[in-house]
């Protein structure tokens, strides 16, 4: 079978770490900084040297096509190529530069192909600067209100919208996705979890993102003095607080060992040290591909009693998305091609968002997950060896090629 060359996407992975590089073996390049221009220039350079045709929409996701055979919607690849603060060179990007180099081979093998066949750049997935997370393909799906998204301000007050037009990549062209436009997108990612590694699994066969929840609890007691008063007068909003994270991890531990949870956030009022607390916020996030687990997460969440050591308590959803499941000719194209490559391969759901979830509304979508080294990601210390991010590419490569024969 036709692979992908390893030393081209050693080359890709080596230039593209440089732009943003933290000199820790992480980068730090957020969406449309200096840092992230350097790389879409780099992308914009290899694809010109292709003579792939670049377009970019009034998000300034940036398209570089190959010319297809036939008049055909085209087939997409790729991810994105902004990160979080001491990030690491393989979450997005790798997506981005085996699409490149999966072009590369079928413009230098010249393999023959009747859709047009496109490497994308989706802008600001991460939300590190400009949140939300997933903002352009948001808007180009119909997600998010583009208006709402422009007006987006970082830690410095710049809007996306002035961020945009200060980059040079925001096209005149409102570019929607569609099914006339588009067959198919593919977009190839690391894990960001153990689980491939850990099983020595080659190739994770993406099924479907989870679907998750997230709700704020507020907990309201009385603040008084640390030394005078008495435990048995007290209202300790944070004790209320700590006594409900106990419950709910107890509870939540019951059911379906898929089901991950996280207390990532709290806050305590006044927070000083000689003060009982009198105001506390958590916030509980929890991911499940069945939406059944997700319902019962809901029904240990709403037994919560209003009074939890003699405080007040409630609960709000912050937000929360569905479950979503990927093409499924297109998930045993990956699954196929990884076995015929002589690849171990592992059927799984990503806990992570994804612009693929987005997209895959609109068209047939997959994705295709390579290991992370003991499951580290959105840290400098993520890395996926080579060998691995090449069995990604072949696995790509082919996937692609099947979705345009067929």
């Not at 902004?82 to 690491?88: E, N, Y």
């Not at 996306?160 to 062209?173: D, P, R, V």
Request: with cysteine; glycine share 8%; charged share 25%.
């Amino acid at each position: 079978m036709l692979t992908c060359n390893k030393e081209r996407l050693q080359d890709k992975i080596t230039t593209f770490s440089k732009f943003g590089d933290t000199g820790k073996g992480g980068i730090t390049r957020l969406s449309l900084s200096p840092a992230a221009l350097e790389a879409r220039e780099e992308f914009c350079k290899r694809c010109k040297a292709l003579g792939m045709e670049i377009k970019t929409d009034d998000m300034a996701n940036i398209y570089a096509t190959i010319p297809g055979e036939e008049k055909l919607p085209a087939i997409i690849m790729g991810s994105h190529a902004d990160s979080v603060k001491q990030g690491g060179n393989y979450d997005g990007i790798l997506g981005v530069l085996t699409g490149l180099e999966v072009a590369e081979t079928i413009v230098t093998e010249k393999i023959p192909h009747k859709h047009p066949i496109t490497v994308v750049i989706w802008t600001n997935e991460e939300g590190a600067r400009f949140e939300p997370a997933m903002m352009s393909s948001g808007v180009i799906t119909g997600k998010f209100d583009k208006d709402v998204m422009l007006a987006s301000k970082d830690t410095e007050g710049i809007t996306f919208k002035e961020a945009l037009e200060a980059s040079g990549y925001m096209g005149k062209i409102e570019n929607r996705m569609s099914p006339e436009k588009y067959r198919a997108l593919v977009e190839l990612h690391v894990e960001q979890g153990p689980v491939l590694e850990d099983e020595k699994i080659d190739i994770g066969v993406v099924e479907g993102v989870c679907g998750m929840i997230n709700y704020e609890f507020t907990f309201t007691g009385q603040a008084d003095h640390a030394g005078t008063t008495p435990m048995k007068y007290r209202k300790d909003a944070l004790y209320a607080a700590v006594k409900t994270i106990q419950y709910l991890h107890d509870e939540l531990d019951r059911l379906d060992s898929k089901l991950v949870y996280t207390t990532g956030k709290i806050s305590a009022h006044p927070n000083i040290h000689t003060v009982i607390p009198d105001h506390v916020k958590f916030t509980l996030d929890a991911r499940h591909q069945d939406p059944e687990v997700i319902n019962k997460v809901l029904e240990i969440i709403k037994a919560i009693p209003k009074m939890v050591e003699k405080c007040e308590t409630s609960y709000e959803k912050a937000w929360s998305r569905s479950t979503v499941r990927f093409y499924p000719e297109f998930v045993d194209y990956v699954e196929k091609n990884a076995k015929e490559f002589g690849y171990s391969t592992k059927r799984m759901y990503s806990g992570p968002g994804h612009d693929a979830q987005f997209i895959t509304d609109i068209i047939p979508t997959t994705m295709i997950f390579v290991p992370s080294e003991k499951g580290h990601s959105h840290c400098e210390k993520e890395f996926t060896p080579l060998e691995n991010c090449l069995k990604g590419a072949n696995v790509l490569l082919q996937t692609i090629l099947d979705i345009d024969k067929n």
